[in-house]
């Protein structure tokens, strides 16, 4: 059983750029969660999905994201005009069912805008 | 407004010390998890607890959760370098079953 997997690991992008972060969940988990850690915090909640239907938004969520899981498994997390307050990283999360304790986190993506 | 504070913000312990983590709020959680991340990793799940007044321990970890579930503690006994990183609480709030809300994390550091 595999675990979440992200990629990239790490990404630098100049201000201005779109970037395109990917999740694969853990096989059968029909929920994934996308989470925002800046650098000594704890990680913020940004959006999440039930299969293929994202049911909740955070404000932290502005117009530049978006997040897509077209078939129910993968994820995508796009931000157009990245600006340097978006550096950060970007986690993600699956869980089976209903119930949002037990998500198991991948390892991450860290984005650097300069 | 953090809905989750935990203290301290760092501990910095010799090994073969104790600890005590605390994770307080005034809200209600149905649940609540510990976790800890390494540098440039992802958090890793140690525990979660759903029961007012529940104790679970794990080796030389034990967590319990507060009567009202508004609180946790994490006690570490004997810490080990291994222990090393940050310690992060997470709830899921009564009625918002679907994310998880993070505490501010404890970054511990065990020296030999």
């Known amino acids: 059983d595999t675990g979440v997997s992200q990629d990239p690991r790490h990404k630098i992008t100049k201000r201005g750029q779109n970037v395109t972060f990917r999740c694969d969940p853990i096989?059968?988990?029909?929920?994934l969660y996308w989470y925002r850690q800046t650098l000594g915090q704890g990680p913020e909640f940004l959006t999440y999905f039930q299969n293929e239907a994202q049911l909740e938004k955070s404000r932290l969520l502005s117009d530049r994201f978006s997040a897509e899981r077209p078939k129910g498994s993968f994820s995508t997390l796009e931000i157009q005009r990245t600006e340097q307050g978006d550096s950060a990283m970007y986690l993600c999360?699956?869980?089976?069912?209903?119930?949002?304790?037990?998500?198991?986190f991948g390892p991450g993506t860290r984005l650097t805008v300069t | 407004t953090q809905l989750l504070e935990q203290s301290p913000q760092f501990l910095s312990i010799q090994e073969g010390e104790n600890l005590t983590v605390y994770c307080n709020s005034s809200s209600v959680f149905s649940s609540l998890q510990w976790y800890r991340q390494e540098p440039g990793e992802g958090p890793v799940l140690l525990v979660t607890?759903?029961?007012?007044?529940e104790v679970k321990k794990l080796k030389r970890l034990t967590f319990q959760f507060g009567d009202a579930r508004k609180d946790s503690s994490l006690h570490i006994t004997a810490a080990q370098p291994g222990d090393t990183g940050l310690y992060l609480c997470a709830g899921a709030r009564t009625g918002t079953a679907s994310k998880l809300t993070f505490g501010t994390g404890t970054r511990l550091q065990v020296t030999l």
């Open positions: 607890v759903v029961t007012g007044g």
């Open positions: 096989s059968e988990h029909n929920r």
């Open positions: 999360a699956s869980s089976l069912g209903p119930l949002a304790y037990e998500q198991y």
